[in-house]
């Protein structure tokens, strides 16, 4: 199985700040046509994940431009830009090349300091 | 819009049986797949398993395989069903349905069903 390691798991921010999440993946996730089949997801307290980026750099409709998505083979990052109250929950990264199993990481508590 | 709207989650012993559903509906394409996620109080994602929009292809996670069943509802199309046997203390989770056209999109999700496998 795949296995997806996500770096900081707690990652306190400043309103307006900055922040970045890394997600290393223990098999390249490029599948044929070049594609890295990784998607990030956000939980919010008590909701449901929501999909944010997929095919490691793809935003979903709807999703603020503030956040964005790069990486390819194994090591992949998620960066918020102008950290908002609304940004708080955790973040997961999960891959899609290789299954089943599809895995996730363990997730990323993002707060606000 | 797609909407996804699980249920069936409740108290049961160890050893005991549960049947999850998933009503999937506002889809705009003929092909799409469902899949079951858990979360465990206060941890993780973990898949479960997937099953194609027709029934016809199903996967398993090995914590899970030879005890849960994933099928289509042969009277109601739209209607995915989770059998679950054998059920372990483990098994207690949050039960998501997410969905998506492709296997690996999981672009929508429901609200979950809590499973709860306590004597």
């Known amino acids: 199985d795949v296995v997806m390691t996500q770096s900081p798991l707690s990652l306190p921010v400043t309103l307006g700040q900055s922040a970045s999440i890394s997600c290393r993946s223990s098999?390249?996730?490029?599948?044929?046509?070049?594609?890295?089949?990784l998607n990030w997801f956000h939980q919010r307290p008590g909701q449901s994940p929501r999909r944010l980026i997929y095919?490691?750099?793809n935003r979903d409709s709807g999703v603020p431009d503030r956040f964005s998505g790069s990486g390819s083979g194994t090591d992949f990052t998620l960066k918020i830009s102008r950290v908002e109250a609304e940004d708080v929950g955790v973040y997961y990264c999960m891959q899609g090349t290789h299954w089943p199993p599809f895995t996730f990481g363990q997730g990323t508590k993002l707060e606000i300091k | 819009e797609v909407q996804l709207v699980e249920s069936g989650g409740v108290v049961v012993q160890p050893g005991g049986s549960l049947r999850l559903s998933c009503a999937a509906s506002?889809?705009?394409?003929?092909?799409?797949?469902i899949h079951w996620v858990r979360q465990a109080p206060g941890k993780g994602l973990e898949w479960v398993s997937l099953i194609s929009w027709d029934g016809s292809s199903t996967y398993y996670a090995d914590s899970v395989k030879g005890r849960f069943t994933i099928s289509r509802d042969n009277n109601k199309n739209s209607l995915y069903l989770l059998q679950m046997n054998s059920l372990r203390v483990e098994d207690t989770a949050l039960y998501y349905c997410?969905?998506?056209?492709?296997?690996?999109?999981?672009?929508?999700w429901g609200q979950g069903t809590l499973v709860t496998v306590s004597s």
């Open positions: 506002g889809f705009t394409f003929d092909d799409y797949v």
């Open positions: 095919k490691a750099s």
């Open positions: 997410a969905s998506g056209r492709y296997s690996h999109g999981f672009d929508y």
């Open positions: 098999q390249s996730l490029v599948y044929s046509g070049g594609n890295s089949y």
